[in-house]
């Protein structure tokens, strides 16, 4: 059964930082691209960053450019996302997703609270 | 940046056809996807690359395309199929892109 489960979130400060984790089993990790979404209190998804299978292709969203890094551990199965200077405006529910070479994300997590607020 | 647009809502009585519409620019030279969310779950991927459905999704939902305008039909809606719809598609710039969301109320 494919799994995706992030942690890492929780309450920080204005221009504070965070680390989620995005822990995969129950697939090949190595043979996805993933990605990382959130989700505003209320409002709709959006996109935040792609990594390609071996880390090759990584793309972000310009409302984090510059300010957020993901990366992966294909030995541990993991994805990360590393937030840094993070603003009001990132607050948000996180979900990692797994990117299907047929299309779209067929798999998701249940997603991580980020609470950016002083 | 680029842009996929939906209609907020829509509504429609159970038994009966609803179309929810995505559009945006070169639209047309790419695949949209779908996803279903319900309140306090993650989305589900409904329609994949325009028209295919995902093994364990109803027949009822079906998707289609023409020009830049991509559409999720819900046949024989049920008052299950409540919920927030988005479609996704791929941009050069920055990557993906999902629009804003259609709540689809069964009345």
């Known amino acids: 059964e494919v799994q995706l489960v992030e942690s890492g979130g929780g309450l920080v400060q204005p221009g504070g930082s965070l680390r989620l984790a995005c822990a995969a089993s129950?697939?090949?990790?190595?043979?996805?691209?993933m990605n990382w979404v959130r989700q505003a209190p209320g409002k709709g998804l959006e996109w935040v960053s792609y990594i390609t299978r071996s880390s090759n292709t990584i793309y972000y969203a310009d409302s984090v450019k510059g300010r957020f890094t993901i990366s992966r551990d294909n030995v541990n199965n993991a994805l990360y996302l590393q937030m840094n200077s993070l603003r009001d405006e990132d607050t948000a529910v996180y979900f990692c997703?797994?990117?299907?070479?047929?299309?779209?994300?067929?798999?998701w997590g249940q997603g991580t609270l980020v609470t950016v607020s002083s | 940046s680029y842009e996929l647009t939906q209609p907020p809502s829509v509504s429609v009585s159970p038994g009966q056809t609803v179309t929810i519409t995505c559009s945006g620019d070169k639209l047309g030279d790419t695949f949209a996807h779908w996803y279903q969310q319900k309140p306090g779950q993650s989305p589900l991927l409904v329609i994949y690359?325009?028209?295919k459905r995902p093994s364990g999704i109803p027949e009822r939902f079906s998707g289609s395309s023409s020009g830049n305008t991509a559409t999720l039909t819900i046949s024989g809606t049920q008052p299950l199929d409540e919920a927030d719809y988005y479609c996704?598609?791929?941009?050069?710039?920055?990557?993906?892109?999902f629009g804003g969301g259609t709540t689809l109320t069964v009345l």
């Open positions: 997703a797994r990117e299907d070479t047929a299309g779209g994300f067929a798999y």
């Open positions: 690359q325009d028209t």
């Open positions: 129950g697939f090949p990790f190595s043979d996805h691209t």
């Open positions: 996704q598609a791929w941009h050069t710039s920055p990557a993906w892109v």
